[in-house]
């Protein structure tokens, strides 16, 4: 079976399980949010970003009023998140930088975002994909990584390497539904310590499936 016939049935079979599957588990009302708390969740998990982004935004509701904070008060409220010093610098130069060259609006294509202080492909395909439901690459978190990998869609082990193989395997309408499902099963059979390998309706088409029984 060639890998596109393979990665569309695989897709198709995963589709049914996890239809309702959100494009992200990170909390956001809008762009801006969304931004800041892809960013804030490097290395760490969404549930931690989501336990902190609520006071962040309560106290920052917009990219001018975190581009003023103090940079004390910022770390106060993220701090649970780890890195937090860093992340304090990438987010308060992130809403410096939309305030000073975007009006204050989140740009809408990958060569402005990546710009930013913190911002990697991931997080600007999370963004452009989740917010304004632009396909410009394909989100390649831990679980897409490490699912995808599984698979033996991809040799690679840098995220940036499993995009590409991935952006020339799928079609373009399937990269951000690729990271939606794919991100799902990592989280709920694929998961990275004990996979369920003996429930997953794709363990025969996965080349890892025996190994990890």
């Known amino acids: 079976m060639a890998d596109i016939e393979k990665a ?3 897709l198709e079979i995963l589709q049914e399980r996890y239809e309702d599957a959100p494009q992200t588990y990170l909390n956001w009302e809008n ?4 931004l800041i708390v892809t960013i804030l ?3 760490t998990t969404d549930a931690a970003v989501n336990s902190v982004s609520k006071d962040l935004f309560e106290k920052y509701p917009t990219p001018k009023d975190l581009a003023n904070a103090d940079d004390e008060d910022i770390i106060d409220i993220i701090r649970s998140v780890g890195t937090y010093n860093r992340k304090t610098r990438y987010i308060k130069e ?3 930088m939309m305030v000073d060259e975007f009006d204050g609006e989140v740009p809408q294509n990958m060569e402005d975002l990546v710009r930013f202080t ?3 492909r991931k997080t600007a395909n999370v963004v452009l994909q989740t917010a304004f439901d632009i396909n410009e690459g394909v989100v390649v978190d831990t679980h897409v990584g490490r699912v995808t990998k599984r698979l ?3 040799e690679e082990k840098s995220a940036k390497k499993i995009e590409q193989d991935l952006m020339d395997l799928l079609p373009k309408d399937d990269w951000d539904e690729w990271a939606r499902i794919m991100g799902a099963h990592g989280r709920d059979l694929c998961n990275s310590r004990s ?3 003996p429930n997953c309706p794709v363990n025969h088409l996965c080349p890892s499936a025996e190994l990890e029984q």
């Open 152 to 154: 033996g869609l991809t």
């Open 195 to 197: 996979p369920d390998c």
């Open 118 to 120: 913190g911002v990697s």
């Open 41 to 43: 969740s490097a290395h």
């Open 94 to 96: 992130t809403a410096e």
């Open 31 to 34: 762009p801006y949010q969304l």
């Open 8 to 10: 569309t049935k695989i």
